[in-house]
């Protein structure tokens, strides 16, 4: 949930990529489909919460969240609502965008969320809650990454900017095995903001990569704890 890429292909497909990092004591489930108010979801969930920091819905719709606004917060003692409950009801919603500008995120822990929708063409988002503000934003489709702000210090995101426009500088045609190793990467800069970052209490816990081309939509999530992986799952063919 703490670093995203984006690269769309064309013809209203899209690879998106989220790296988790996260304490490796916090026990995650592998994506499996849920249904929930009438909806076929597909995430990842996190045990302690129920929640999750990506998913799909049968609704073709794809949402991915990071912690954090636009600049580090300090935390309350406690929230009205889990981040991760908000994904999902945003991935089960009969309108995604008119939930996001309907919604009270008033006592809601400061995040920023991806949403990516291609019910009638490909759409993409970005929502921005820096715990008073509501910043909500139709983007283009073009490559961009996301770090989260909790971790990572404008210098840190700058550098990690960089090294994102020197991947696309050295793969021309976007393939989800190369964004993937992006991804995997932690040789660049420190293990401390490395792409695959490590701290002593917080580490990459897992990659979710999703790919859509044509009617396919499949979800690849790569587990470092217990070193095991979930492949090529088609959650829906349109």
Request: glycine content about 4%.
């Amino acid at each position: 949930m703490c670093t995203v890429t984006y690269l769309p292909l064309g013809n209203n497909n899209f690879i998106l990529t989220s790296n988790r990092d996260e304490t490796p004591l916090r026990n995650t489930i592998h994506p499996q489909e849920y249904l929930e108010n009438g909806v076929l979801l597909k995430y990842p969930k996190d045990e302690l919460a129920g929640g999750t920091w990506v998913g799909l819905s049968d609704k073709k719709r794809l949402v991915c969240l990071l912690n954090g606004g636009f600049e580090i917060h300090k935390r309350k003692s406690s929230y009205k609502m889990s981040r991760g409950i908000i994904v999902k009801n945003i991935l089960s919603a009969d309108d995604s965008v008119s939930y996001i500008n309907n919604f009270d995120f008033t006592e809601i822990e400061p995040f920023t969320l991806v949403l990516v929708d291609w019910k009638q063409q490909l759409e993409t988002y970005e929502l921005v809650w820096d715990g008073i503000t509501k910043h909500f934003t139709k983007l283009k489709q073009e490559p961009k990454i996301w770090s989260s702000s909790t971790l990572y210090t404008q210098q840190m995101k700058q550098l990690r900017k960089e090294w994102f426009a020197d991947f696309l500088k050295e793969n021309i045609g976007y393939q989800q095995d190369k964004i993937v190793q992006f991804h995997e990467n932690d040789t660049l800069g420190t293990p401390d903001f490395s792409i695959k970052m490590k701290r002593p209490f917080v580490e990459t816990v897992s990659i979710t990569s999703i790919i859509k081309i044509a009617s396919k939509v499949k979800m690849n999530y790569l587990d470092f704890v217990n070193n095991s992986k979930t492949k090529q799952k088609i959650l829906i063919k349109e």
